[in-house]
C-alpha cells in the first residue's frame, strides 16, 4: 500500500558529506511525521531526525549541528543532508514515516506506519 525507498548512502571519507533522501509512494492519502533512524553494528535502531508535515524539526544531539533533515511535501520527500561525517555515524539509514493510506474498495482511510529497506553509509578512509 505505501513504499519507502531510501537512495544517497555510500563510502565517504571522514569530514565528508552526503545527502539521502526517502521517497513515499502508493496509495498515499496524506504523509505526516518522517523520520531518519540508523542502526549501526551490533547495536540497537536509534532515531536520528524527524520532520513533522509542517516546519518542524528534531535532530538526535549526536547529530545537531551535523546533520539536517528537510523534506518536500508535494514529492512526499524528506532529505537527510550528511556533513562532518564521523567513522562512529557509519549504519544503515532507514526512513520511517506515519502514512494515511486510501482504500477505494471501502472508500475508507487507514493509518500506517512505513518502513524503507535502508541504505548503507560508511564512513572510513
Known amino acids: 500500500q505505501v513504499q519507502l525507498v531510501e537512495s544517497g548512502g555510500g563510502l565517504v571519507q571522514p569530514g565528508g558529506s552526503l545527502r539521502l533522501s526517502c521517497v513515499a509512494s502508493?496509495?498515499?492519502?496524506?504523509?505526516?511525521?518522517m523520520g531518519w533512524y540508523r542502526q549501526a553494528p551490533g547495536k540497537e535502531r536509534e532515531l536520528v531526525a524527524q520532520?513533522?508535515?509542517?516546519?518542524?524539526?528534531y535532530h538526535a544531539d549526536s547529530v545537531k549541528g551535523r546533520f539536517t533533515i528537510s523534506r518536500d511535501n508535494p514529492k512526499n520527500t524528506i532529505y537527510l543532508q550528511m556533513s562532518s561525517l564521523k567513522p562512529e555515524d557509519t549504519a544503515v539509514y532507514y526512513c520511517?514515516?506515519?502514512?494515511?493510506?486510501?482504500?477505494?474498495?471501502?472508500?475508507?482511510?487507514?493509518?500506517?506506519?512505513?518502513w524503507g529497506q535502508g541504505t548503507l553509509v560508511t564512513v572510513s578512509t
Open positions: 520532520i513533522t508535515n509542517g516546519v518542524g524539526t
Open positions: 502508493g496509495n498515499i492519502f496524506s504523509v505526516n511525521g
Open positions: 520511517n514515516a506515519d502514512v494515511a493510506v486510501e482504500d477505494s474498495a471501502t472508500d475508507s482511510v487507514e493509518y500506517l506506519n512505513a
